[in-house]
Every structure is written in C-alpha cells, then in structure tokens.
C-alpha cells in the first residue's frame, strides 16, 4: 500500500520561498507518476507539478518558472520547491502518485496525501 505524507507547509510572506516534501512509504518504479496538486477551499483541486512515467516534469501554467519539482528515488521524496510566492498560492498542498493514465499530465492519480497548508500574506 502507498502512503503519502507531506510536509514543509507554512505560513510566508509574499515573495518569500517553501520547500514541500513528500515521503513515500515505499519505492515507486518509473511506471508511476509523482506530482503535486493544490485546493483553496470552495474551488476543484488543480495539478501543480508532475513527473510523468517518461521522466520529464510538467508544470501548471500559473507557476511560471517558480516552481521546481525533484524525486529521489534514494530517499523517497518528491519535493517541490516554490519560490517568488505570492498570496494567489495560498492553498492546500497535496502530494499524489499512480500509474499513466487519463488524468492530469497522463496519470491515474491513486494514491494522496494528507496535505500540508501553504499560506501567503501580501
């Protein structure tokens, strides 16, 4: 069974920079996906960051070049590193993985973690 544990969520001021991290609890080959998604309350869940089974990131449109995501298949982590934020990225963070499939950035997105807050004051 995969579990999902998130942390590094806090409470920033407006330009400052987060590091969220993912724990697996077990190791995920090449044929998952690993990404990031985020929800304010009241709206849809929307992806964030991926890494798709072919290895290549993808990136919602609304990080433009202020996200990095990374995987360590050594010590289980999907991290995503946030910089240059803003209070538009107020919400919460989710880490997800699955196979490919249908959904966002060709995965089918199983597996979710708790979620870990992110909040930005202007």
């Known amino acids: 069974q995969v579990q999902l544990v998130e942390s590094g969520g806090a409470s920033v001021q407006s330009g400052g920079s987060l590091i969220l991290s993912c724990k697996q609890s077990?190791?995920?080959?090449?044929?998952?996906?690993v990404g990031w998604f985020r929800q304010v309350a009241g709206k849809d869940r929307e992806v964030v960051a991926s890494i798709a089974t072919d290895g290549r990131p993808r990136y919602a449109e609304f990080t433009s070049n202020r996200f990095i995501i990374t995987q360590s298949t050594i010590n289980l982590n999907v991290n995503l590193k946030m910089y240059r934020l803003a209070p538009d990225d107020t919400a919460m963070y989710y880490c997800?993985?699955?196979?490919?499939?249908?959904?966002?950035?060709?995965?089918?997105?199983?597996?979710w973690g708790q979620g870990t807050q992110v909040t930005v004051s202007s």
């Open positions: 077990i190791y995920l080959s090449s044929d998952y996906c």
């Open positions: 997800a993985a699955g196979p490919a499939g249908r959904a966002e950035h060709g995965c089918d997105w199983k597996y």
